[in-house]
Every structure is written in C-alpha cells, then in structure tokens.
C-alpha cells in the first residue's frame, strides 16, 4: 500500500471545477468510499445550498461544513469532494493537511464561466457570473488553495480520464 492510499484523497478547488465528477470517477478506479459534502449537507438539512446561505445565513453553511469535514476525516478512508469555500477556515485548511492527500483542481475563470453560467445552485455567484468577479473571488482564495494542496491538477482542456489518469 502506498501512502496515498493509506490517506483520504481530499478534492478542493473553485466552483466548476469538476471536483465532484473527479471524485466520483476516481472512486471507482481505486474502489474506495466517494463523499460529496454539499450533497450530504443537503441530505442532512433536507434543504437546497442555496436556500441554506438565504434562510440561515453563509456562517451557518460555514459551521455544517467545518462539522462534516472533522466527522468525515475520522471516518473510513475514502475520496471527498469539498465545496469551493472548504479553504475559508483555517481549522479546515490544518485538518484536510493533518489527515489527508489533498488535490487542487483548478481552471482558467473563463472555463468556470462556461461551467457556472446556467446553474443556479451556487449563492456566492449570485450576481457575479461575470470574468472579472470571478477572476477577483479566484485570486481572494488562490493563496489558501495553494497551501493546502499537495498535488496540483488544471482541468483546462483535458478529458475526464485524463485529468484521473494524472492523479492516479
Ligand atoms: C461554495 C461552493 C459550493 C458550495 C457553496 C459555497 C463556495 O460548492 O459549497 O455554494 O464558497 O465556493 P462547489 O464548489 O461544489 O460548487
């Protein structure tokens, strides 16, 4: 066994980046447990994301997350797709480093534009779904992105397989 499998894989990066296809994918290669946390927040709640960020407040979202990360990372190992805020606190940043690989997906803001543009599920692009808000929220972020990755992937360009292959 390698190190990275004695690890949770742990996939952050900035909204449309393909964490969640990345992880799901990667789980079936590797045939280990895939946790979606905004998935599982849902779940959990029985709420949409966004109604979350509009009834309870951002810090509330904020708080669930910390909490399902911690649970998470003392569970079964297995491959996590964090939410693109994931890197907002540093109790999350110093336990995803503390217990796992971490993976940073990332692309170029036009690529997430085209990703982003016709979903409605993300509140921290409302009203921004333009290039220069979203190339001012990457850059607020890119330096707390780069200190938790271990690996570092751009997705611009590249296939699904490709970008799997590359981690694996
Ligand atoms: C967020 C990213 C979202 C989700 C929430 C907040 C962020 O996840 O957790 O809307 O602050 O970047 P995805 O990165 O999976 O879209």
Redesign the pocket.
């Known amino acids: 066994m390698n190190s990275l499998q004695k690890q949770h894989l742990i996939l952050i ?4 980046t393909g ?2 296809t990345v992880a799901r994918q990667l789980s079936r290669q590797l045939e280990l447990p895939f946790f979606e946390m ?1 998935e599982m927040i849902v779940q959990e709640q029985g709420m949409e ?1 966004s109604n979350i ?1 509009q009834e309870k407040g951002e810090a509330y ?1 904020r708080d669930l ?1 910390t909490a399902l990360l911690k649970k998470l990372l003392q569970e079964e190992k297995g491959i996590l ?1 964090c ?3 994931i890197i ?1 606190r540093d109790e999350n940043i110093q336990a995803m480093k503390k217990h796992g690989t971490v993976i940073l997906l990332t692309a170029k803001p036009e690529t997430i534009l085209k990703r982003v543009q016709h979903n409605q ?4 692009l409302n009203g921004k779904k333009n290039i220069d808000d979203i190339t001012k929220l990457m850059k607020e972020r890119e330096e707390r992105y780069h200190m938790t990755a271990d690996i570092l992937i751009s997705t611009d360009g590249k296939s699904l397989s490709q970008i799997c292959e590359e981690i694996a």
Not at 121 to 124: G, I, L
């Open positions: 990066g900035f909204m449309g964490k969640s905004d994301i960020f979202f997350e797709s939410g693109g805020g907002l599920s993300r509140p921290v």
